[in-house]
Protein backbone atom coordinates (compact mmCIF):
# COMPACT_ATOMS: atom_id res chain seq x y z
CA UNK A 1 0.00 0.00 0.00
CA UNK A 2 1.00 3.30 -1.01
CA UNK A 3 -0.19 6.63 0.11
CA UNK A 4 1.02 9.63 -1.87
CA UNK A 5 -0.79 13.09 -0.61
CA UNK A 6 -4.48 12.19 -0.67
CA UNK A 7 -4.12 8.78 -2.72
CA UNK A 8 -4.15 5.31 -1.01
CA UNK A 9 -2.93 2.87 -3.90
CA UNK A 10 -3.87 -1.21 -2.70
CA UNK A 11 -1.60 -3.48 -4.18
CA UNK A 12 -4.32 -4.59 -6.08
CA UNK A 13 -4.21 -1.46 -7.76
CA UNK A 14 -7.06 0.00 -6.30
CA UNK A 15 -7.30 3.30 -5.42
CA UNK A 16 -8.94 5.60 -2.60
CA UNK A 17 -9.02 9.38 -1.72
CA UNK A 18 -8.16 9.84 2.32
CA UNK A 19 -7.89 13.71 3.27
CA UNK A 20 -4.71 14.39 4.20
CA UNK A 21 -3.66 10.96 3.33
CA UNK A 22 -4.77 9.79 6.68
CA UNK A 23 -6.77 6.47 6.68
CA UNK A 24 -7.73 3.71 9.24
CA UNK A 25 -9.86 1.12 10.14
CA UNK A 26 -12.52 1.70 12.64
CA UNK A 27 -12.99 -1.06 15.81
CA UNK A 28 -16.24 -2.47 13.60
CA UNK A 29 -13.87 -2.93 10.65
CA UNK A 30 -15.17 0.01 8.54
CA UNK A 31 -12.91 1.82 6.14
CA UNK A 32 -12.76 5.95 7.58
CA UNK A 33 -10.51 8.55 6.28
CA UNK A 34 -9.31 11.68 7.74
CA UNK A 35 -11.84 14.20 7.52
CA UNK A 36 -15.43 13.73 8.23
CA UNK A 37 -14.88 9.81 7.70
CA UNK A 38 -16.47 9.89 4.26
CA UNK A 39 -14.36 7.06 2.27
CA UNK A 40 -14.32 7.40 -1.20
CA UNK A 41 -12.88 5.27 -3.97
CA UNK A 42 -11.98 6.80 -7.21
CA UNK A 43 -11.47 5.58 -10.65
CA UNK A 44 -13.84 3.52 -12.41
CA UNK A 45 -14.45 0.96 -9.28
CA UNK A 46 -17.94 0.74 -7.80
CA UNK A 47 -17.00 2.28 -4.27
CA UNK A 48 -20.08 0.65 -3.08
CA UNK A 49 -18.20 -2.21 -2.68
CA UNK A 50 -15.89 -1.00 -0.48
CA UNK A 51 -12.82 -2.81 -0.22
CA UNK A 52 -12.17 -6.62 -0.07
CA UNK A 53 -11.20 -8.53 3.28
CA UNK A 54 -7.54 -8.74 1.74
CA UNK A 55 -7.41 -5.29 1.09
CA UNK A 56 -8.71 -4.10 4.85
CA UNK A 57 -5.83 -6.48 6.44
CA UNK A 58 -3.37 -4.98 4.46
CA UNK A 59 -4.81 -1.57 5.50
CA UNK A 60 -4.54 -2.96 9.11
CA UNK A 61 -0.88 -3.71 8.07
CA UNK A 62 -0.08 -1.05 7.50
CA UNK A 63 -1.54 0.58 10.71
CA UNK A 64 0.28 -1.50 12.60
CA UNK A 65 3.45 -0.52 10.99
CA UNK A 66 2.77 2.79 11.39
CA UNK A 67 1.44 2.56 14.92
CA UNK A 68 4.62 0.39 15.85
CA UNK A 69 7.39 2.64 14.17
CA UNK A 70 5.81 5.75 16.50
CA UNK A 71 6.27 3.92 19.42
CA UNK A 72 9.26 2.69 18.89
CA UNK A 73 11.48 4.21 21.17
CA UNK A 74 14.73 6.85 19.83
CA UNK A 75 17.97 5.05 19.10
CA UNK A 76 21.63 6.11 18.04
CA UNK A 77 23.21 4.72 15.04
CA UNK A 78 26.87 5.60 14.12
CA UNK A 79 27.18 4.89 10.03
CA UNK A 80 29.91 4.68 8.30
CA UNK A 81 31.33 4.86 4.49
CA UNK A 82 33.48 2.75 2.14
CA UNK A 83 35.82 5.01 0.82
CA UNK A 84 35.02 5.25 -2.62
CA UNK A 85 31.56 7.12 -1.37
CA UNK A 86 32.76 10.10 -1.81
CA UNK A 87 29.51 12.08 -3.72
CA UNK A 88 27.96 12.59 -0.02
CA UNK A 89 27.22 16.05 0.92
CA UNK A 90 25.49 17.52 4.10
CA UNK A 91 24.28 20.68 4.55
CA UNK A 92 26.64 22.24 2.08
CA UNK A 93 29.85 20.03 2.95
CA UNK A 94 31.66 17.34 1.17
CA UNK A 95 31.69 14.24 3.59
CA UNK A 96 34.86 12.47 3.25
CA UNK A 97 34.44 8.73 3.76
CA UNK A 98 38.09 8.26 5.38
CA UNK A 99 36.96 10.60 8.16
CA UNK A 100 33.37 11.30 9.05
CA UNK A 101 31.36 9.70 10.44
CA UNK A 102 27.06 9.81 10.54
CA UNK A 103 25.48 9.93 14.05
CA UNK A 104 21.62 9.60 13.95
CA UNK A 105 19.35 9.49 16.75
CA UNK A 106 15.57 8.43 15.85
CA UNK A 107 13.16 6.24 15.88
CA UNK A 108 14.59 4.42 12.32
CA UNK A 109 17.82 5.39 12.16
CA UNK A 110 18.72 3.56 8.95
CA UNK A 111 15.35 5.06 7.34
CA UNK A 112 16.90 8.73 7.75
CA UNK A 113 20.54 7.61 6.61
CA UNK A 114 18.75 6.44 3.74
CA UNK A 115 16.75 9.24 3.17
CA UNK A 116 19.88 11.45 3.37
CA UNK A 117 22.32 9.72 1.62
CA UNK A 118 20.74 6.76 -0.48
CA UNK A 119 22.17 3.23 -0.22
CA UNK A 120 25.86 4.27 -0.41
CA UNK A 121 27.58 3.79 2.88
CA UNK A 122 29.08 1.13 4.80
CA UNK A 123 28.43 0.20 8.38
CA UNK A 124 26.20 0.88 11.43
CA UNK A 125 26.88 0.72 14.82
CA UNK A 126 24.86 0.91 18.13
CA UNK A 127 26.41 3.44 20.42
CA UNK A 128 27.70 0.87 23.19
CA UNK A 129 30.08 -0.65 20.30
CA UNK A 130 31.29 3.10 18.22
CA UNK A 131 34.32 2.82 21.05
CA UNK A 132 35.73 -0.38 19.27
CA UNK A 133 34.02 -0.03 15.77
CA UNK A 134 34.34 3.09 14.81
CA UNK A 135 36.77 5.52 16.91
CA UNK A 136 39.62 2.68 17.30
CA UNK A 137 39.29 3.71 13.31
CA UNK A 138 37.72 7.24 12.74
CA UNK A 139 38.43 10.21 14.86
CA UNK A 140 35.79 11.17 16.96
CA UNK A 141 36.15 14.98 15.64
CA UNK A 142 34.59 13.78 12.35
CA UNK A 143 31.32 13.47 13.56
CA UNK A 144 28.75 14.37 11.33
CA UNK A 145 25.00 14.77 13.53
CA UNK A 146 22.48 14.03 11.29
CA UNK A 147 19.03 15.83 12.45
CA UNK A 148 15.85 13.77 11.34
CA UNK A 149 14.10 15.98 8.78
CA UNK A 150 16.92 18.44 8.47
CA UNK A 151 18.09 19.59 4.99
CA UNK A 152 20.14 17.49 3.12
Given at each position: ??????????????????N??????????????????????????D?????????????????I??W???????????????????D?????????????????????????????????W????????V?E????????????????????
Open positions: MIIEEDTVTFSTGKQAYANGIIGLSPSGQVMDGSDGAFQLTGELFRNGLTESEKVELADYMESTRYKAPLRTLYFTFGFDHVHIYKGKKLDPRVNTVKITSKDPRQVMREHFGLKAFDYPEDRECVFAYYPRDGVVEVVEGGAS
